[in-house]
């Protein structure tokens, strides 16, 4: 391996900002051929980096030269390896190396590949250029300036030209925020609304309706969820006690009776799930919650997330009869996913929820003392492919202590925060935030919500047993990474990251997700029909 560290010098007029691509050029010594490995492990041209776009992970993903560059402020897609003719990345989980051609520019390829064989001119603490083998031509900082060394004499003044109007500047991706919105007239609601009731009078119709314990539309009168029993693989629908009520959990109870309480002993390489069943075979027989029922018209309803479909890790469910408690006097069960156990659920085909940079709101509720520091105890909207897509392509409400992506670190608290898995990291803020100014939350019962439109996104949270909610962060969304505008893919998972992570661990009882970027006045009645229906109680 090579292990050469200097540092590209040129006049500050040659650094440009924002995104350069790269291409192939007539090698002519020119300055934006010339590249560096800096002492951070970064490859730096024209005093941008080398950077994996959004922190994708796939063959043909794109490779740019991005800035700033250097510093604290290197992030791991930046990082490189310097190999032989290659230029390995070094972000975790990505085999692949630099690849150039003509018509993609640069992207991620196989190391053996052709188009990834350069001849690496980098000698001591000199620049050098990547030189192509299989062309022999130059890896170029494509569109970057010439260097123009010897400045021409200035010409005669010319006579004052007459004025013109300036051109007008480039629309920023998100332009100053807008003065905000004249207060929307009170929301009158029947008697007996539920929260997709709510939010339908609010004008942010339900586009998925999940619950474990209640009814979430005052008129639903089917079922919602279902249960399998290991032990001969059949299901059985667990309903409601009434129309717009509560669940009848005596059917899970009478169902699953004399079947094993199931403690999970993890293998010794996630990579063993891989195409395994439903439980592994050292499971003794339980009940699993094998279906999630989606109570709005869309029919997003929420299954055991084959993986294998997509090249990936099969998941499990969770154990039907895990934890217990009561929601308004009735016995209820929830959804209890362990440290490490490869369980969730997911809709990759679904229909209605929001994509691209489309707004939305989503909520759940959750147990406030069940949570770790890892990804990702999730919620929300994902990608349909089952893996990192990049910033921006996935919108959910994540909950725990995992702050591994945030630019500053806390220095006097451990969480649990209420976050936003946008792909790529999970935030409580954009990259300023004082992360030791951020609320944790240490209710037994949680209340969580998110939403998102352009260039803005908002997290709330709080008791789900009393009072109000809190606005935790209401602003923009990290600068670095690419967040704008946002890409989202509208599939729905339920306990792991848009990638199919599965690390986090929750105690999840409802969730809903709404089209459009829902009223503080809608959130409040939301918050007040959650502690009316009495968690804990």
């Given at each position: ?7 590209l010098?040129f006049?500050?007029s040659f ?5 350069i691509a790269?291409n192939l050029?007539?090698c002519d ?5 010339m590249f ?13 980096c080398?950077d994996?776009f959004?922190f994708?992970?796939?063959l043909?993903?794109r490779?740019?030269?991005y800035?700033p ?5 290197v992030?791991?897609?930046?990082f490189?390896?310097v ?6 990345s070094a972000?975790p989980g ?6 150039v051609?003509?018509?993609q ?12 064989q ?5 000698s001591?603490?000199?620049d050098g ?5 299989a062309?022999?031509?130059c890896v170029?900082a494509l569109?970057?300036p010439?260097p123009?060394p ?7 003044p010319?006579s004052?030209p007459a004025p013109s109007p300036?051109?007008?500047?480039p ?7 807008s003065?905000?919105p004249?207060?929307?007239?009170p ?8 929260p997709?009731?709510i939010y339908?009078?609010?004008?942010n119709?339900?586009?998925?309706a999940?619950?474990l314990?209640r009814?979430l539309y005052s008129?639903?009168?089917g079922?919602?969820?279902s249960?399998q ?6 299901t059985?629908?667990?309903t409601l006690l009434?129309?717009?009520g ?6 899970v ?6 079947t094993t309480q ?10 063993s799930?891989k195409?395994?069943?439903l439980?592994?075979p050292?499971w003794p ?6 279906q999630?029922f989606?109570?709005s018209?869309q029919?997003n309803?929420l299954?055991?997330y084959n993986a ?5 890790s099969g ?5 039907a009869?895990a ?6 006097g009735h ?6 996913f362990?440290d490490?156990?490869?369980q969730g659920y997911r809709n990759?085909?679904t229909t209605?929820?929001?994509v691209g ?9 959750i147990r406030?003392d069940?949570y770790?520091?890892e ?7 994902a990608e349909t492919t ?14 725990g202590?995992d702050t591994?992506?945030w630019i500053k ?5 451990t ?5 936003a898995?946008?792909?790529s990291?999970m935030y409580?803020?954009?990259?300023n935030i004082?992360?030791?100014k951020?609320?944790?939350?240490n209710?037994?019962f949680v209340?969580a919500m998110l939403k998102g439109?352009?260039?803005e996104?908002?997290l709330?949270?709080?008791?789900a047993?009393?009072?109000?909610l809190?606005?935790?962060y209401?602003g923009a969304r990290?600068q670095?990474?690419?967040?704008e ?6 599939a ?8 199919n992570?599965y690390?986090g661990?929750?105690?999840?009882f409802?969730g ?10 809608t959130e ?13 109680n």
């Open positions: 391996m090579m292990n050469l560290f200097f540092c010098v006049l500050p650094i440009l900002a924002g995104d790269l050029t007539k010594s020119d300055a934006m051929q560096s490995l800096q002492s951070n492990n970064s490859i730096s041209c024209a005093g941008h080398l994996i959004d994708g992970k796939s043909n993903n490779v740019e030269l800035s560059c250097g510093g604290p402020s992030k791991s897609n930046e490189w390896t190999k032989g003719s290659n230029i390995m972000q990505t085999p692949y190396c630099l690849g051609n003509t018509q520019g640069g992207y991620l390829e196989n190391c053996s590949a052709p188009n990834a350069f001849t690496i001119s980098f001591g603490a000199n250029t990547l030189v192509h083998k062309t022999g031509l170029t569109g970057a010439k123009n010897t400045p021409p004499s200035p010409p005669s010319p004052p300036p051109s007008p500047s629309s920023p991706v998100c332009p100053p925020p003065l905000e004249a207060p929307s007239p929301i009158k609601l029947q008697e007996g609304a539920m997709c009731d339908t009078t609010s004008g119709p339900c586009v998925a999940h619950s314990v009814a008129s639903y009168n079922p919602l969820y249960v029993r290991t032990a001969d693989n059949k059985m629908n667990v009434s129309p717009g509560f669940v009848n959990a005596s059917i109870d009478e169902f699953c009776r004399n199931a403690k999970h002993v993890p293998p010794s390489k996630p990579s799930f195409n395994a069943p439980i592994p050292n027989p339980i009940c699993l919650i094998y999630i989606d109570q018209p029919g309803h299954t055991i294998t479909v997509n090249g990936g998941d499990i469910g969770v154990n009869t934890y217990k408690t009561t929601v308004g016995p209820v069960y929830a959804a209890y362990q490490h156990a490869s990759d085909n209605g929820i929001p940079a489309a707004p939305e709101s989503e909520y759940m509720v406030g069940h770790n520091d990804c990702c105890f999730d919620y929300g909207n089952g893996r990192d897509n990049g910033a921006g392509t996935m919108e959910a409400i994540y909950f202590s591994h992506w670190k806390p220095t006097n608290g969480g649990p925060w209420i976050m898995d946008i792909e990291g409580s803020g954009d990259d004082d992360p030791d951020i609320p944790t939350i209710y037994p209340t439109k352009p260039c996104f908002t709330k949270g709080g008791n047993q009393s009072g109000t809190q606005k935790l209401d990290p670095h990474g690419h967040y505008p946002m890409k989202k893919q509208g729905i998972i339920l306990g792991t990251g848009g990638d992570s690390m661990v929750g105690t999840w409802e809903a997700i709404a089209t459009g970027y829902t009223s503080d006045d409040d009645l939301i918050q007040a029909n959650i502690v009316a229906a009495g968690f804990g």
